[in-house]
């Protein structure tokens, strides 16, 4: 007879030896992976306070300041053995004879992590993350990541503090310019072509280097866009929407893992264990390094966990190995041992995790791995690194309108160049570009004269980026960026229009200051300051076309612009080719194929703002106000400019959409087809969207979300088939449970030119 107690027997007792046999195979993994013998053996011989000595990561200034302490007495530290890595220092000579003090001067010589921020290139600057995911152009992306492994390598740095893949929905935090926008599926993509370029196959490989993802986790969602701000959503949001391009990173092979600043359900990233030891290492399987923020660990004194010692301990504890900066590891941490609060196992673990990256880097093998000073010269700024530069930033820039057909412009043209950033070489390369050298960017006046030398271009300033010098001054912590001159603002304009009076046609570059954008540089009110609104204003008015070429690290509120009779080229913030990239495209040499990664909002107030979102019980209606709807009294729920748009000198058309069935199984791909058309006059680049609607499920599904994507080339008149694949785990989400499943029933799939897509097909998952 089948009792329940032999039910439960039958049930439960394969299911508790599978467990234990995976357990221990499990744990037979981990030991195999964490036992290189070489760190073993260094282990062994190490004292406590050596030990702790490797969680200590210092900055010794010099460089560009990243953050607001500078390390003291470094070299004093390291020969003592209190230092593990170092930041902010670079060239192969200094980092030789850094390496020279770790290796000769300490008892056991263990070589030294050398860190960067190479968030958009080095020293050759690429546009900003945000610009460049714009171009959804994943083989690009790596490849530029791969240049800035090559370069940053040749100045002696095996770290780097890249990719950040916080997903932001608030353009209010200047941080949004960092990373890839708003949405997971992309923001993976990006995540994983990042990896690849940084470390490619290989890690000993001297033009690679260990890449690290940031900031774990949530860190885009501070609360009012506020940096450092806390953060707090529910799990099925975190993991459905927030935590995918992180993970992403992660199954791509990075070796570490920066914490945020910002806490996560009541604790900071730097000092929660949920987040860095039961999701990361225990359900993500991941097995490399966790790193600070800058001071981060200090920080959660004043976010009110306590004294030093005790946010030292808990982070330690919490999975943290590496401590940027504060130097709470290397004061605190023996003292915790002592009282128990921190074992030494734990320490060994995390000082285990470094010494295997360093063995991973090659550095015991060769600690002047990357202290060939030959290198520099061969491998930095070379015209292929340039090239590649140019063509970044081309495909980073949006078109968002053409009025009248003005562009792309004749290259004999008579151009009246205007705008705060027309002549500005400092805004170039946009935020977070410490490594590069802003005076070797182009200025998109030498850049128009470069690829037009036959037109006749008039410049003149026409306005300040902003005329409020207390604003100024904020932005100009690095240097100056916005500078206010000595004209006043009347003559500025005077001298602009006069510019116009005699032009075919009106360019302004207009926008935002390089550090308008960034860290700590969140805005309450993101449109274009009203010093450069008067000059759009007056220039529209002279009824001459103009072309605004408008540069951001975020998405701005450009409502009244847009209404406007002008064209409208975002242009982000460029990089070193800028002038010439900008160029390329007004003149047509290249037809902008740029879509948004990030929603633009009508106004401050639709924010947060992204494609994803859910419906609600009472969906606005499509036209005409109604109560008791979910809808504003005061503007449309839409947004200014949605996800995924962006327009070209041509036009496309999309017909016979097709699935290859129309019912699947469980864990069937399906085949998506379309048939795409250049319809207008030039060749040009289309991307090609995918949306996928779940229309049942057990937790409420986004309306519609991207799921996938291609770039396709066209000639004009040309038509092509793209087959886009929906893989089986593109139908799933993290359910109630956070279990990642697909759920039977009918799916609804959105194919177009952005996330407003209309042409519809249907299929069901059985
Ligand atoms: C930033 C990180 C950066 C670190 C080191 C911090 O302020 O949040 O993104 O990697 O500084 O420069």
Known sequence: KNTIATRIMKNTLPKFLLFLAIASFGTAVAQKQQAIPEVEALLKKMTLEEKIGQLNLLTPGGGVATGSVVSKNVEEKIKAGNVGGLFGVSGPDKIRQA??????KTRLGIPLLIGSDIIHGYKTTFPTPLGLSSSWDMNLIEQTAQIAAKEA??????????????????PRWGRIAEGAGEDPYLGSQVAKAMVRGYQQKDLTNEATMIATVKHFALYGASEGGRDYNTTDMSRVRMFNEYLPPYKAAIDAGAESVMSSFNDV????????????????????????????????????????????QAVSALS?????????????????????????????????????????????????????????????????????????????????????????????????AKIALVGPLADSKNNMLGTWAPTGDPQLSVSILEGLKNVAPNTQITYAKGANISNDTSFAKKVNVFGPRLEISEESPEALLAEALKAAENADVIVAVVGEASEMSGEAASRTDISIPESQKVLIRELAKTGKPVVLALMSGRPLVITEELDLPVSILQIWHPGIEAGNAVADVLFGDYNPSGKLTATWPRNVGQIPIYHSEKNT???????????????????????????????SYT??????????????????????????????????TEIVQLYL??????????????????????????????????????????????????????????????????LKETFTLN
């Open 316 to 412: 330690i504890n919490a999975g943290l190995d590496m401590d940027m900066v504060g130097e709470g590891f290397l004061t605190t941490l023996k003292k915790s041992v002592d009282e128990g609060k921190v074992s030494e196992e734990t320490i060994t673990q995390a000082c285990r995790r470094i010494l295997v990256a360093k063995y991973k880097l090659g550095l015991f093998k060769d600690p002047y791995k990357y202290s060939d000073s030959k290198r520099p010269k061969r491998d930095i700024l070379t015209d292929a690194n340039k090239k590649l530069a140019r063509e970044a930033a081309r495909k980073s820039f949006v078109l968002f309108k053409n009025e009248n057909n003005t562009l792309p412009l004749s290259k004999t």
């Open 99 to 104: 390496q020279e003090i770790a290796v000769k």
């Open 153 to 170: 390598t040749a100045d002696g740095i095996n770290w780097n503090f890249s990719p950040m893949v916080d997903i932001a929905r608030d």
């Open 651 to 684: 036009t496309f058309d999309y017909n016979n959409l097709q699935v290859n069935k129309k019912e699947i199984a469980q864990g069937e791909a399906i085949e998506v087809r379309v048939d795409v058309t250049n319809t207008g006059a030039y060749d040009g």
């Open 693 to 758: 609607h779940d229309v049942v499920r057990s937790l409420t599904p986004p309306i519609r979300t991207l799921k996938g994507f291609e770039n396709v080339f066209l000639k004009k008149g040309e038509t092509k088939t793209v087959v886009l694949t929906l893989e089986a785990d593109d139908l799933k989400f993290y359910n109630g449970s956070l279990d990642f499943v697909a759920e039977a029933g009918e799916f609804e799939i959105f194919v177009g030119g952005d996330s407003n897509a209309s």
């Open 617 to 647: 019980g009472r969906p606005a209606p499509s036209e005409a106000f109604e109560k008791f709807k979910s809808q504003y009294l005061d503007a449309p729920n839409a947004p200014l400019l949605a996800f995924g748009f962006g327009l």
């Open 265 to 308: 359900d009541g604790v900071p990233a730097s000092g929660n264990k949920w987040l860095l030891t039961d999701l990361l290492r225990d359900k993500w399987g991941f097995e490399g390094f966790v790193v600070s923020d800058y001071t981060s660990v200090n920080e959660m004194i004043a976010h009110g966990m306590g004294d030093l």
